[in-house]
């Protein structure tokens, strides 16, 4: 199959601006497109809650900025928005916080305003003692879904000892306590001027934006920049069984170490989880899935700061986990002595490069992604250059990947169920 192209007629041209204060401004102008996506991505998320009684916080602090600001309250802020049609949300990660909005092209100095003055928020108290109850009940109803408690069960005992390991949403006991004063420090330390970035891809002109925002925003001061981010990786094999006798699946997720966001080796890492574990052609879908033995089987890549990791999902029934189990472990081993054949690179290259090339039609794609190869690699990149790099994956690059980072080496197995460890052939 020959690669996707990308027509040379779309000049979509690339931006960087930095302002006094330190605030970084990026942009890709997409002709083609009517619309604008925008955003403001600040890096800060769960891993910089290095304090207990913050964790939570970052979350918390992204549901208060929705909340009201010095020229706003929150009825006033989604009138704003809806008065544009603007789609807009935001999401917390453990490394990022984003808050971001979709619009046509001529309500671009309206959103900017708006976003903006939302990322100085007023931070009220009686506002913070009623969006507490909301962040409770949030961490009530995760507790009763089972692929979500499994895998922040497996990023605890993955990343034991360190920030990474932080659930998103704090604990009850330190958004309890937690104090309106805490979140303000919080918010005066991470979100400062140079922690944050503004993206932007789709219908504008550059000179307008730069104006519009450096009106906006370049009265802000400045603050912490970045984090210290410390390589981290089991050194031993681990594993965490919960059992929970009332659920009728059996979750088995598997983390082995891998490449961090910064790795020259990251698109070798990419394809070799492909071949493992994406979907329709991979390993686990053919040798697992597809006999029946489990609902799903798959393989990702999740790396982070200066860290990463191979996962492999299961869910199956109990009557088939052990085996399931032991197939997964198989093909792991397999991966990691065999490496990928040519022609299981072909495809997966092909499937990420169509992936990119789909991605790039969409401005909203696009601005996430100059604000995370920002953050990764202090540049912007265009899909050409994107396409070029999965291309010059070699199958020497992939076996040295797998050489640096074993796939069945120092694995952390999180089971998730109603099997105990020894059904599972695990320690207790």
């Given at each position: 199959m020959a690669a996707p192209q990308v027509?040379?007629?779309?000049?979509?041209?690339?931006?960087?601006?930095?302002?006094?204060n330190g605030l970084q401004l990026l942009g890709q102008r997409m002709p083609d497109l009517e619309s604008v996506s925008l955003c403001f991505y600040a890096r800060t998320g769960a891993r910089d809650e290095a304090d207990p009684a913050l964790y939570g916080v970052s979350h918390f602090l992204e549901h208060m900025v929705f909340k009201g600001t010095a020229r706003r309250d929150t009825e006033q802020i989604t009138l704003d928005f809806?008065?544009?049609?603007?789609?807009?949300?935001?999401?917390?990660?453990?490394?990022?916080?984003?808050?971001?909005?979709?619009?046509l092209h001529e309500y671009l100095p309206k959103a900017v305003d708006l976003?903006?003055?939302?990322?100085?928020?007023?931070?009220?108290?009686?506002?913070?003692?009623?969006?507490?109850?909301?962040i409770l009940e949030e961490i009530a109803r995760s507790e009763d879904v089972p692929t979500g408690q499994a895998y922040r069960r497996l990023m605890q005992t993955f990343y034991a000892n360190s920030p990474l390991g932080h659930d998103v949403l704090g604990t009850k006991d330190s958004i309890r306590e937690m104090s309106v004063?805490?979140?303000?420090?919080y918010h005066a330390r991470r979100y400062g001027a140079n922690n944050l970035i503004f993206a932007i891809a789709g219908a504008f002109e550059w000179d307008n934006v730069v104006a519009l925002v450096e009106q906006a925003c370049g009265g802000w001061s400045d603050g912490e920049a970045g984090r210290q981010a410390a390589t981290h990786a089991p050194d031993?094999?681990?594993?965490?069984?919960?059992?929970?006798?009332?659920l009728q699946q059996q979750l088995i997720l598997v983390?082995?170490?891998?490449?961090?966001?910064?790795?020259?080796?990251?698109?070798?890492a990419q394809l070799a989880a492909m071949v493992l574990g994406d979907g329709a052609g991979s390993h686990l879908y053919w040798n697992i899935y597809q006999k029946g033995l489990a609902e799903s089987a798959s393989a990702s890549l999740s790396p982070f700061d200066s860290?990463?990791?191979?996962?492999?999902?299961?869910?199956?029934?109990?009557?088939?986990?052990?085996?399931?189990l032991e197939l997964a472990q198989a093909e792991l081993k397999g991966l990691q002595a065999d490496g990928v054949q040519e022609d299981e690179l072909r495809r997966a290259k092909d499937?990420?490069?169509?992936r990119t090339v789909l991605d790039g039609d969409s401005a909203f794609s696009r601005m996430q992604d100059l604000a995370y190869t920002w953050v990764a690699e202090g540049t912007v990149r265009s899909i050409q250059d994107e396409m070029a790099r999965i291309e010059q994956v070699t199958l020497a690059d992939v076996r040295r990947t797998l050489d640096r980072f074993p796939a069945n080496a120092n694995q952390t197995i999180m089971a998730y169920g109603p099997l105990e460890a020894a059904a599972l052939g695990l320690p207790a």
């Open positions: 027509s040379p007629s779309r000049a979509d041209q690339f931006y960087t601006h930095r302002l006094a809806n008065l544009m049609g603007a789609e807009f949300n935001a999401f917390t990660s453990v490394e990022q916080t984003v808050f971001y909005a979709r619009i976003l903006s003055d939302m990322m100085r928020p007023r931070l009220d108290a009686d506002d913070f003692s009623m969006e507490r109850n909301v004063e805490q979140m303000r420090a031993r094999p681990l594993s965490n069984v919960v059992v929970k006798p009332q983390g082995s170490p891998s490449v961090s966001v910064q790795d020259d080796d990251l698109y070798a860290t990463g990791m191979l996962l492999t999902f299961l869910s199956t029934t109990p009557e088939h986990a052990p085996a399931v499937k990420l490069i169509s």
